[in-house]
C-alpha cells in the first residue's frame, strides 16, 4: 500500500504528532550552494539550514537544536544534555557529524589523533539518551 502523505506513515508507523526532538550537528545540516547550483537557480546563493526545514515539515514537534559550522565531535559531546530530566524529555535524539581527515593527514584516524576516542565517548553518552 502506497501512503501519500507524511501524516498517513506516521499513522501507519504508529508515530505520535507530538514528539520531542534534540538536534545536535555540525555543518553537515547546512547546504552550502554550488557555483552549477547558483547557474541552475537552486535557491539563494550562500547557506541554508535545513533544520527550519524539517520544523516546518513536522510543525507539531518540538525542536531542540544545536548545529553550528566547524563544530567537532568534542563540542557536540559538550553541547548533548547532561541532566537526567532534560533527556528524559526527548523522544528521540539525532546526532549528524562529518567526521573529517584532519588537515595534512592521509587518514582520518591517525596514530596521535582522539577522534576515535571522540567518538567513542559520543556513542557512550548516547546510551543515556
Not at 544545536?66 to 548533548?80: C, E, K, M, P, Y
Request: glycine content about 4%; aromatic content about 6%; hydrophobic content about 40%.
Amino acid at each position: 500500500m502506497i501512503l501519500s502523505s507524511q501524516q498517513e506513515r506516521a499513522r501507519a508507523l504508529d508515530i505520535p504528532q507530538d514528539i520531542y526532538v534534540c538536534i545536535l550537528s555540525d555543518s553537515t545540516l547546512t547546504l552550502f550552494r554550488s557555483a552549477l547550483g547558483k547557474k541552475q537557480g537552486c535557491g539563494s546563493p550562500g547557506k541554508q539550514r535545513i533544520v527550519p526545514e524539517f520544523e516546518k515539515a513536522h510543525p507539531f514537534y518540538t525542536v531542540t537544536k544545536n548545529v553550528w559550522d566547524g563544530a567537532t565531535i568534542a563540542n557536540i559531546l559538550s553541547a548533548l544534555p547532561k541532566d537526567q530530566a532534560v533527556i528524559d524529555s526527548f523522544d528521540t535524539t539525532i546526532i549528524v557529524c562529518n567526521v573529517n581527515r584532519p588537515a595534512g593527514h592521509m587518514k582520518v584516524y591517525h596514530d596521535d589523533s582522539d577522534q576515535a576516542t571522540e567518538v567513542l565517548k559520543l556513542f557512550l553518552s548516547l546510551i543515556h539518551h
